[in-house]
């Protein structure tokens, strides 16, 4: 599953995960640094974690970046290290994907800085582990909200603009890895798949606009969302796939640029591209701890 902050946090773990900002600045990637000059990139969730890396590849990529969130104290810190790390300066919004007059109001000032929008990456979202038969209506709606709702606000509004302005656009969302289910965390994996579908939907209708729509799915990334989790479902993550490793929130960045970018994925829609090192195919996660019936030693 992916790394995203969790709406409710448990108590942090000693490890410290993710990149620091001096290796999102330098370490590499397989594009030129030229690759979207001249491009307007708009991030949600771009304050922290996989948001941030995106915002610090597509910086270095040569595009104008715009993030958003609901924290606004962690955008301007990320505004201000891709100032002092890259010599650029990137636009920010404190904002909620909830309500869809914010939304409209972020794209306006995306466009109104920038003078158009490329590509919009649907980053932000979260949730937290609990047994879906405890789910309280307030829980679930949360993440059904900022997951599914909040996703498709951004996705109508930058939709709508293009439309309006006889452009093209581009569409990523981020989900998660549904594919076989999301036990402890059943409110998401309803919200990544209605957004997975969607996605898949509107790829068709918008085919006409010039409107390119598709999916990252990750598996276990090693950001610093996993330092709200306990520690040993934290730990436990990296076995949860085939390859027995973390992926790193570069991983997500350069593929959310792969199918994102006109130069290399102008003949990609509709898809989801799955980056999980095979979780999908073998490897359970259970982000809440793994319950005592399904702790079978000679599986």
Known sequence: MS????LKRPPPATRQWGLTDEELAKRPHAFRDDLLAGKVCLISGGGSGLGRAMAFLLTRLGADVMICGRREDRLAETA??????LGRDIGYRAMTIRDPEQ??????ETIQRFGKLDLQINNGGGQFPQPAIDYSVKGWNAVIDTNLNGTWWMMQAAAKAWRDQKSRGSIVNIVANVWRGMPQVAHTCAARAGVIYLSKSVAIEWAPLGIRV????????ATEGLNVYPPEAAARFGNANPLRQYGDAFDIAQSVVHVGADITGKFITGETLVVDGGNQMWGDVWPGGIPDWFKVGDR
């Open 214 to 221: 598709n999916c990252i799915s990750p598996g276990s990334i």
């Open 3 to 6: 790394a995203t902050t969790p």
């Open 80 to 85: 201000e290290s891709i100032r002092t790390n």
């Open 103 to 108: 939304v409209n109001a972020l794209i306006d």
